[in-house]
């Protein structure tokens, strides 16, 4: 019988990048608890005067591993930590550690990368660029390696609508080796001034950067057991580690969560676009199984490395409006007890136009908001965190109002190779998600893992109390605004009559 991908992770060494990432996180949790899996060697850089020990000692209190250890309470022991950093030239492996992953690892998941779409220029190249050239040459280092696997993202080729599961050089304008060279011979204050020349129709320098080390693999893999998966936008857990998972405020969480606290009121949003999500416990699965189906093939050298993309298959597909919708259903089954107004959220698709209508709907209500709080003595904040929303809302607009269509062939092949068990415990049908169940749990996971709310009786029943309260206060200055505006209309009249 044909070994299967619990059976083949047995005794396994995997060494992991972006280890202390959303996803790296989920595939270590998975790797613990599905596998039995011999040592995982998490890289990690050290974070806000932490060392990486301190990092993943504070794993043992984190909600992402309360149900493995309960059942486990020693699998944490099976991690151990490798200091790298993925900006240094050298990554900054230690010579030492650089020996003992060559000489042991199996399995190598490069998950590292900035996801900041903002990032400089020279940042986003040193980490998600030339750092993936660096891990090829090491992976080539290790005597044992079965599989390595690159994590892109399925929007690394978003300057085209329709993405299939393969490399696209020609979109861009220079070469990966070219840009790498580029960047070793200007200082990073150039290369960031070139920035608009270099990424052309790339929105941001995160897309730009992943398609970059595309290229790099492309160029560089060359018999390396090698495969690349690509994600569409990661969101919370729909099952495990736990129902609702969630670690982080970007993207598509942060407007679920703003809207739940009712901060954010109006974004630029194109609600009869799709949205490509895709939790995050099946793209950690689909990982895993593509590490494993990479050592049962062969490639040959002048042949590209496989490519696999996660995102909502062709039958169900989600829009904007119906995720806008999902959220603003939760605000009475999940109310929060800190909300500073009633949830709702407006969208517009004119650009010019955001700016005007953001003053009305957030600037001019935050200025009375901390005008408040600095007569109660307190630090006034809301201005502050309204100029980093609309920043982010502007960075995210492309992606906001526009679909993609993500082919799926390679991903759908390789599931319907899986035996019924693994499909089982390793689950990545997208075709299968029920959107409605699944934004249940992410609601009531934003809750607890965003909000630090429990989902207790009473903690729910303060929410509904609270938002109840601001639904009429938000009722009563619509009809006062409504009132004005109308008196103003009707003064307007007479004067033209």
Request: proline share 4%.
């Amino acid at each position: 019988m044909e070994c299967g991908i619990q059976d083949f992770y047995k005794d396994k060494v995997v060494f992991l990048t972006g280890a202390t990432g959303f996803l790296g996180k989920v595939i270590i949790a998975k790797l613990l608890r599905a596998t039995d899996v011999k040592r995982i060697y998490a890289m990690a850089r050290p974070k806000r005067n932490l060392d990486i020990q301190a990092r993943f000692q504070a794993w043992q209190e984190d909600p992402l591993f309360e149900v493995l250890l309960k059942s486990k309470p020693l699998a944490l022991q099976r991690v151990s930590t490798i200091a790298g950093d993925c900006i240094e030239h050298d990554l900054g492996i230690s010579i030492k550690d650089r020996q003992l992953l060559a000489s042991e690892v199996q399995i190598f998941i490069h998950g590292a990368a900035t996801v900041r779409f903002n990032e400089p220029l020279s940042v986003a190249l040193s980490i998600n660029t030339r750092a993936t050239k660096l891990m090829l040459q090491l992976a080539k280092e290790m005597k044992h390696l079965e599989a390595f696997l690159h994590i892109s993202t399925a929007f690394s080729n978003c300057v085209i609508q329709n993405i299939k599961e393969k490399f696209y050089p020609d979109h861009l304008d220079y070469s990966s080796e070219q840009i790498l060279q580029i960047s070793n011979l200007v200082s990073d204050k150039l290369l960031n001034n070139m920035e608009p020349a270099l990424l052309r129709s790339f929105p941001n320098t995160y897309t730009y950067s992943k398609a970059l080390a595309e290229d790099v693999i492309l160029r560089e893999a060359g018999t390396l057991p090698l495969c690349i998966f690509r994600p569409s936008i990661i969101i919370a857990a729909h099952k495990e580690p736990q129902i609702g998972w969630i670690d982080n405020l970007y993207g598509p969480m942060a407007i679920l969560f703003g809207v739940a606290k009712g901060v954010l009121r109006i974004a630029t949003i194109d609600v009869k676009t799709d949205v490509s999500l895709v939790p995050v416990d099946y793209c950690a699965n689909l990982a895993l199984a593509c590490a494993w189906q990479t050592t049962k093939d062969e490639r040959k050298e002048k042949e590209a490395p496989t490519i696999y993309q996660l995102a909502p298959s062709e039958g169900n597909k989600i829009t904007n409006g119906e995720f806008i919708n999902h959220a603003l259903d939760g605000r009475m089954r999940f109310p929060l007890t800190k909300m500073i107004w009633y949830p709702f959220l407006h969208c517009i698709t004119t650009m010019w136009l955001y700016p005007l209508a953001a003053f009305f709907y957030h600037t001019l209500p935050a200025y009375f908001f901390d005008l408040a709080l600095w007569l109660q003595g307190r630090k006034p904040r809301l201005v502050k965190i309204y100029q980093k929303v609309h920043r982010t809302l502007m960075i995210l607009g492309p992606f906001s109002c526009r679909s993609w269509e993500f082919e799926t062939n390679n991903t759908d092949r390789l599931r319907n190779q899986l035996s019924a068990e693994d499909r089982k415990l390793y689950y990545f049908d997208m075709a299968s998600l029920d959107w409605t169940e699944y934004f249940q749990s992410a609601l009531g996971g934003m809750r607890v893992f965003l909000g630090k709310e429990p989902l207790t009786p009473e903690s729910v029943a303060k929410g509904l109390k609270l938002i109840k309260r601001l639904k009429l206060f938000h009722h009563i200055l619509q009809y006062g605004l409504c009132s004005v505006a109308a008196i103003a209309l009707w003064f307007l009249l007479k004067l033209v009559v």
